[in-house]
């Protein structure tokens, strides 16, 4: 692939990545404006995501044998396609049901386009260009948030947050179909090499453990606005802090980019994992600031250990770790909403903050331990 190839195949998945985050931060941030539109209980937006993160994981699975048959681009198109209908959905869902109706076509969309930009910046740029791209999804998900707290603060409704995301998802998408080529080019290369059986360790499986309790962030992102509206804060207040979650995480992800030039990575994980604990203490006290350490402090995770499996192992061991970390990252926010959702149903949302410190702690305990007991192998 040459230089010109690369860079459109970067300027690719950073599109692709704002497409994919659009719609994420839509439900979470305006759940409470939308389950009084359509009567829904407060826990059926766990029913909802889980849903959403169901039809993705099959999107997950399919993609892999799908994409071997087809080109990675028409694969992409209909992933894309797929959240164009949703949306289109959602936008003019008379009812709950039409509304419900629109969470399948969201996952399948999501799902596809996940694991595909994953494995191909993985595989082919650096741990730099790898959050660049995730901070592209931040950048998506932080407009999306801020569209909804415009839209209940002057409508009173979420339509409008909705109507703007369909319109930048539908310049994305013709970007895409104007470039596709090079993403069908890609994956023309990939499908020629061979996999071959691996053996993993304890300690390799750490990697998509880690994934996994990764949801968290997710979860965060749900129910931190009806958290702060059960404390009495404004509802256009707590949409914005979501946004504020998802800015804060889209600005680490650039700021750690940067860091990554003058720090190992191992030691930049540690650091933000001990941002995110400060942030985890606050979330009683201070949302504003719990929102921009928790957003820093994850903003590196995710992006940062994707491809420090291409430094640690060979191509074929590091590729099947990517895939799996993808595979048990939408493993745990399907899992996550509906743990949480009956643990708060038990009791109410005041539980919330204490359930995230739990699983934050595990969540570091997790990546500590996969930093120190994985050897590299190249």
Same mark, same amino acid.
């Given at each position: ?127 730099? $260009?790898?959050? !660049? ?5 931040? &950048?998506?998900?932080?407009? /999306?948030?801020? +569209?909804? *707290? %415009?839209? @209940? ?117 540690? $650091?933000?994992? !001990? ?5 985890? &203490?606050?979330?009683?006290? /201070?949302?504003? +600031?719990? *929102? %921009?350490? @928790? ?84």
């Amino acid at each position: 692939m040459n230089k010109k190839q690369s860079i459109i195949l970067v300027l690719l998945s950073f599109s692709l990545y704002i497409s994919l985050g659009l719609p994420d931060s839509l439900i979470g941030s305006g759940w409470p404006v939308i389950r009084q539109d359509f009567h829904f209980s407060l826990e059926l937006i766990s029913v909802i995501t889980t849903v959403q993160l169901l039809f993705s994981l099959l999107s997950n699975a399919l993609y892999i044998k799908i994409s071997t048959k087809v080109s990675e681009g028409s694969v992409i198109f209909l992933s894309m396609f797929s959240i164009l209908i949703s949306l289109f959905l959602m936008l003019f869902a008379p009812n709950g049901i039409i509304f419900l109706i629109s969470i399948p076509f969201l996952g399948l969309g999501q799902g596809a386009i996940d694991v595909a930009v994953n494995t191909i910046v993985a595989r082919r740029f650096s741990e730099k $260009i790898m959050n !660049f791209v995730h901070a592209f999804y931040g &950048l998506g998900v932080t407009l /999306s948030s801020i +569209f909804e *707290a %415009i839209s @209940i603060r002057y409508t009173s409704t979420f339509r409008l947050a909705i109507l703007l995301v369909l319109i930048l998802h539908s310049i994305i998408l013709i970007f895409f179909m104007t470039k596709r080529a090079t993403f069908t080019e890609h994956g023309e290369v990939d499908k020629k090499k061979k996999k071959s059986k691996l053996k993993f360790t304890l300690a390799n499986w750490l990697f998509p453990i880690f994934y996994f309790l990764y949801a968290i962030e997710q979860i965060f992102s749900i129910y931190m606005a009806s958290f702060l509206v059960f404390q009495h804060f404004d509802a256009a207040f707590s949409a914005l802090i979501t946004g504020i979650f998802w800015f804060s995480l889209m600005c680490g992800r650039i700021v750690s980019g940067f860091l990554l030039d003058y720090l190992e990575s191992e030691k930049l994980i540690l $650091i933000l994992l !001990f941002i995110s604990f400060i942030g985890t &203490l606050l979330m009683w006290f /201070s949302p504003l +600031f719990s *929102a %921009i350490l @928790i957003g820093g402090g994850f903003s590196g995770l995710y992006p940062t250990i994707m491809t420090l499996a291409h430094r640690y192992f060979n191509i074929e061991k590091a590729n099947r770790i990517v895939a799996l970390n993808v595979t048990a990252a939408g493993l745990g926010m399907f899992v996550m909403p509906l743990l949480f959702s009956a643990l708060i149903a038990s009791f109410n949302l005041l539980i919330f903050p204490w359930l995230f410190e739990i699983f934050f702690i595990l969540l570091a305990i997790t990546g500590i331990f996969m930093l120190r007991l994985n050897v590299k192998e190249v």
